[in-house]
């Protein structure tokens, strides 16, 4: 992890709400995913 | 052993001299449930926390009186020592508040309630949760919170961050490493980073809470408190029915978003929050975790639907898979009762689970269990010794994989992440060997066991205050263990032992 | 130029979930036709049908034996009486569990106290149908209720008496109090510079 000494501010606005918006995302496409799983099983059975 | 060497008098003036810091910072905290107290009128409470406060500063300041060390660098071992041997002081300090508040049957439920909180997993043994002060709510999430970001910090300190060396049993040349400015760096780039989120996640939190029904000041405080239960992936909950109380799929799913990414690395957030969002697909522990869940999730929703236990669609997502994923991040929280897990969920779901809560979430995160990254290393591993079989004799077979940034699989990482899942299995089947030894048939044993061992939280109701006290003292010394990932609390180990041979 | 394949992996993996979504939702997709059918939801009791007195331990324990049965359960209101539309969620809370109740907005509305720290609750009798795992609801174990009647109301709670505490408050603190100066002090001189808790950004 490289850290720039002496900067207080380490992350631009921008980049910290792409961040964020990014990180939750993936969540919610793990989710999909397994949403599929299960309507998958549902229809299978 | 080189590595320890007997103890002098200095060690223990360092040791007392940073313990003494972490007492008051443990005192210091203190104050978020003391004001919640006194905002909310519950004097009595309040009380209780003044003491409990006094009394961590009495100790904390007592020890900085009487260990006044001659330098202040904190050495590797010396730093080990104090991570896990304050943690042991703050279980009884922390537990303070808990005993006087009349809710926990003994100070040793109490004691593991505070190290459940400090290591983030989540089981519980408090009393009467229902009926529980705002004061000692406060208190119970601001634990699991900061254990989670403690820990952190410790681990990216201690644990020598250099990529592929992430988990270095034996750090040789860095022992001489100063340790403190590379705390207090680390400390403020993760707390930026959790605070962003505080604030991020209570207020979405809060928001649900109000659309689900709830009254605004309780909307807010319990988004506060289960978002700091959530990102620390404790799983702590303000209520007895943990995430059951708010019958909201949509409260659940906002649950979901946060603790999956409290369970990220926070290499991992340092890196996307940089700019370099695609390390969420590159990173090992991103793919690993992906896979894992995917895969763990279709055997649970396999072996829920083999054994009839949910109707529909709807159902096998949010009770199954939020569960799993739940289990995965080793957060805990949890939208079925306990018993329901023994009595309703084939073997099959269970074994997902069970799986699920060991291999665990990210390295240098608030998650347990083995974790993506020694996942990913020995899937790795295998995929090259496979190669190497394949490849003529004199060929050099290189494997490489993504850890914020490309990096060579080296036989000495491989090696170090079997030893930490072997210590971690270990220490699983010693936990499920306690549980059967005190009554509990062995499925079970083995659940709580591995929810123990990855700091999850998921109980199938073994966990209850009618425990025999082997079994809680077992756990305790387990989820410390696990979270510490067993360095720590070896090189306390190793500096007693030191200092009983003499030599 | 990895990234931008990892770009354009991301810009694939969204466009398949948006049409996923839309398949999935849209009219002709699988989650209407996954809807449970609608029902009744606060169905009155039927006629020669006599709801069985259970326990919260019995709800849990012996859930699938109790599926889908009428069921008498009495308890206290909890926390908080969430209002849904034209449904309502309480909580009530047996010895061990509390159980979570859905019933009309009509019947809520007659619960005036909710257990906290400082009250216990009102004592309220449901009576309805128990699920397991209420398909409806998402798999919760509730009971779906179509009365409820406030048995007995609720009180505060007993104030717990600070009493001896606060002197021991009081004492540590004076305590604490001598022991930080006298730990500053001793730094003060023999460090000669300010310091606070400790020492650790040096």
Do not use: C
Not at chain 2, 495 to 501: D, E, L, Q
Not at chain 3, 93 to 100: D, L, R, S, T
Request: no cysteine; proline share 4%; hydrophobic share 50%.
């Amino acid at each position: 992890m490289k850290r720039e000494p002496g900067r207080h501010h380490l992350f631009t606005w921008q980049d910290v709400l792409l961040g964020i918006a990014a990180e939750l995302a993936y969540p919610a496409v793990l989710g999909l995913v397994a949403f599929f799983l299960a309507w998958l099983v549902v229809r299978v059975r | 052993m080189r590595l320890v060497r007997r103890p002098h008098l200095e060690d223990f003036r360092v040791i007392g001299h940073y313990t003494g810091i972490i007492i008051n910072g443990l005192g210091l905290a203190m104050l978020a449930p003391l004001l919640t107290a006194l905002a909310f009128a519950e004097w009595a409470v309040a009380v209780d926390f003044v003491i409990s406060l006094a009394v961590a500063f009495i100790l904390g300041y007592g020890l900085l009186l009487v260990s006044r060390p001659r330098r202040h660098d904190l050495s590797w071992v010396q730093g080990m020592v104090v991570a896990s041997f304050s943690w042991l002081v703050g279980m009884v300090v922390g537990a303070l508040p808990y005993y006087l508040s009349f809710h926990y049957r003994s100070f040793l439920d109490a004691a593991f309630d505070v190290m459940s909180g400090f290591t983030t997993t989540g089981l519980v043994l408090i009393q009467d949760l229902d009926h529980v002060s705002n004061g000692i709510n406060m208190w119970r999430h601001v634990l699991t919170y900061l254990g989670g970001q403690g820990m952190v910090v410790l681990a990216l300190t201690f644990l020598l961050q250099d990529a592929a060396g992430a988990f270095k049993m034996y750090v040789g040349e860095a022992k001489d490493e100063r340790l403190l400015p590379n705390v207090v760096h680390t400390a403020r780039t993760i707390w930026y980073i959790s605070l962003l989120y505080l604030a991020v996640g209570t207020l979405l939190q809060g928001l649900v809470g109000l659309s689900i029904g709830m009254q605004p000041v309780r909307a807010f405080l319990h988004g506060l408190w289960i978002f700091m239960a959530g990102w620390s992936t404790g799983g702590f909950a303000p209520m007895s029915q943990n995430v059951l109380y708010y019958h909201s799929a949509l409260f659940e799913a906002v649950t979901v978003l946060f603790f999956v990414a409290g369970s990220y690395n926070f290499g991992l957030h340092y890196a996307v929050w940089v700019g370099k969002r695609d390390e969420l697909v590159r990173n090992i522990e991103a793919v690993s975790f992906a896979i894992t869940s995917t895969l763990l999730g279709a055997v649970v929703i396999a072996g829920l639907e083999r054994s009839g236990t949910y109707a529909n669609v709807a159902t096998l997502l949010r009770k199954g898979y939020y569960l799993l994923i739940s289990g995965h991040t080793t957060t805990g929280f949890q939208s079925i009762y306990g018993r329901q897990l023994a009595l309703e969920w084939g073997d099959l779901a269970l074994l997902g689970v069970i799986t699920a809560m060991l291999f665990g979430g990210s390295a240098v995160s608030t998650a347990g269990g083995f974790k993506g990254l020694r996942i990913g290393l020995i899937f790795k591993a295998l995929v090259q010794e496979v190669r190497r079989l394949l490849a003529p004799e004199s060929a050099v077979v290189v494997e490489k994989f993504q850890y914020m940034r490309e990096v060579v699989l080296e036989d000495g990482s491989v090696r170090n992440a079997l030893l930490i899942v072997v210590l971690y299995l270990a220490m699983w089947g010693l936990g499920t060997a306690v549980g059967v030894i005190s009554g509990f048939p062995v499925r079970e044993a083995l659940f709580e066991s591995a929810s123990v061992t990855g700091n999850v939280g998921l109980s199938d109701g073994v966990t209850s205050a009618a425990m025999p006290s082997l079994l809680k003292t077992t756990y305790i010394v387990m989820m410390w263990a696990g979270r510490m990932e067993f360095m720590s609390v070896l090189a306390l180990l190793g500096f007693i032992w030191a200092g009983v041979r003499g030599k | 130029m990895n990234r931008k394949k990892h770009a354009l992996a991301w810009m694939v993996v969204t466009v398949l979930a948006a049409v996923a979504l839309v398949v999935w939702l849209g009219p002709s997709g699988p989650l209407h036709r996954m809807q449970p059918a609608p029902r009744t939801p606060f169905a009155p009791l039927p006629p020669g049908v006599t709801p069985t007195l259970v326990s919260d331990q019995d709800l849990v324990e012996r859930a699938q034996e109790l599926d889908g049965q009428w069921v008498t359960f009495q308890g206290e209101a909890l926390g908080d009486l969430m209002m849904r539309g034209e449904s309502a969620w309480l909580n009530v809370g047996g010895a061990g569990y509390a159980i979570g109740v859905l019933m009309p907005r009509a019947e809520a509305v007659k619960v005036q106290i909710l257990g906290n720290y400082r009250f216990n609750g009102d004592t309220v009798r449901v009576f309805g149908v128990f699920h397991r795992a209420d398909p409806a609801q998402g798999g919760d174990l509730d009971i779906v209720a179509s009365s409820l009647e406030v048995v007995k109301p609720g009180e505060p709670r007993p104030d717990p008496r600070a009493g001896n505490r606060v002197y021991a408050a009081a004492g540590l603190s004076l305590l604490a109090l001598a022991l930080f100066l006298a730990a500053h002090l001793v730094r003060r001189r023999s460090e000669g510079g300010e310091g606070h808790l400790g020492n650790a950004g040096h």
